[in-house]
């Protein structure tokens, strides 16, 4: 996990979960009430974890409770959800929230680049991040920069974690949509064989 002063003051995501299971992160509905309270609360960290894949590092959240007590997070790429025992820090107005932190040591990005490939849950968080920046028009290579590493490692965790490499075959089709004909022939002749 980076320290937290190195992860820019914005963006810092709203959590909202409800006593009755509903959860929302900026106000965008995550589940719906009758939810299970740590159901909702999984699913609410896993869409922040997402937010946090579309910037490539870890991102800020606040959790709102319904008595109006807020408890700052930082949530990253990995799922790791650290607590702050201070609130966040107030942005810069003239600071970008996409900017980047600075430079990391090298080392700490081969550890962290060979987790994300060896983390199955990290096929799926990376296939359905490229799949929302598909749905939102993103730039078209920052999408395929996501595209690639979703294939990168669905390849990597194909054999150790067959169902959830069928399971994301087809979405990576999609995505691929044959603007790489190596990935999607490995794609297919796996699923053939």
Same mark, same amino acid.
Do not use: F
């Given at each position: 996990?980076?320290?937290? &002063?190195? *992860?820019?003051?914005?963006?810092?995501?709203? *959590?909202? $979960? =409800?006593?009755?299971?509903?959860?929302?992160?900026?106000?965008? &509905?995550?589940?719906?009430?009758?939810?299970?309270?740590?159901?909702?609360?999984?699913?609410?960290?896993?869409?922040?974890?997402?937010?946090?894949?579309?910037?490539?590092?870890?991102?800020?959240?606040?959790?709102?409770?319904? &008595?109006?007590?807020?408890?700052?997070?930082?949530?990253? $790429?990995?799922?790791?959800?650290?607590?702050?025992?201070?609130?966040?820090?107030?942005?810069?107005?003239?600071?970008?929230?996409? =900017?980047?932190?600075?430079?990391?040591?090298?080392?700490?990005?081969?550890?962290?680049?060979?987790?994300?490939?060896?983390?199955?849950?990290?096929?799926?968080?990376?296939?359905?991040?490229?799949?929302?920046?598909?749905?939102?028009?993103?730039?078209?290579?920052?999408?395929?920069?996501? *595209?690639?590493?979703?294939?990168?490692?669905?390849?990597?965790?194909?054999?150790?974690?067959?169902?959830?490499?069928?399971?994301?075959?087809?979405?990576?089709?999609?995505?691929?949509? &044959?603007?790489?004909?190596?990935?999607?022939?490995? *794609?297919? =002749?796996?699923?053939?064989?």
């Amino acid at each position: 996990m980076t320290t937290t &002063d190195t *992860i820019p003051a914005a963006p810092v995501y709203t *959590i909202t $979960i =409800a006593s009755s299971g509903a959860a929302m992160v900026d106000g965008v &509905d995550v589940t719906a009430p009758g939810t299970d309270h740590q159901a909702a609360r999984l699913a609410v960290l896993a869409e922040v974890r997402i937010k946090a894949a579309m910037y490539g590092r870890p991102v800020r959240a606040t959790v709102k409770d319904v &008595d109006g007590t807020s408890l700052p997070l930082v949530v990253d $790429i990995d799922g790791t959800t650290t607590t702050l025992a201070h609130p966040h820090p107030v942005p810069a107005t003239n600071v970008r929230a996409a =900017a980047p932190a600075g430079p990391a040591d090298p080392r700490t990005l081969t550890v962290a680049a060979w987790r994300a490939v060896s983390d199955p849950e990290n096929a799926e968080l990376l296939t359905e991040t490229a799949e929302r920046l598909a749905a939102a028009g993103a730039d078209r290579a920052e999408t395929l920069r996501a *595209i690639r590493n979703a294939h990168t490692v669905w390849h990597r965790i194909r054999d150790d974690d067959p169902e959830t490499a069928r399971e994301l075959a087809p979405r990576l089709l999609d995505l691929l949509q &044959d603007s790489h004909p190596r990935r999607t022939a490995d *794609i297919i =002749a796996w699923v053939s064989s």
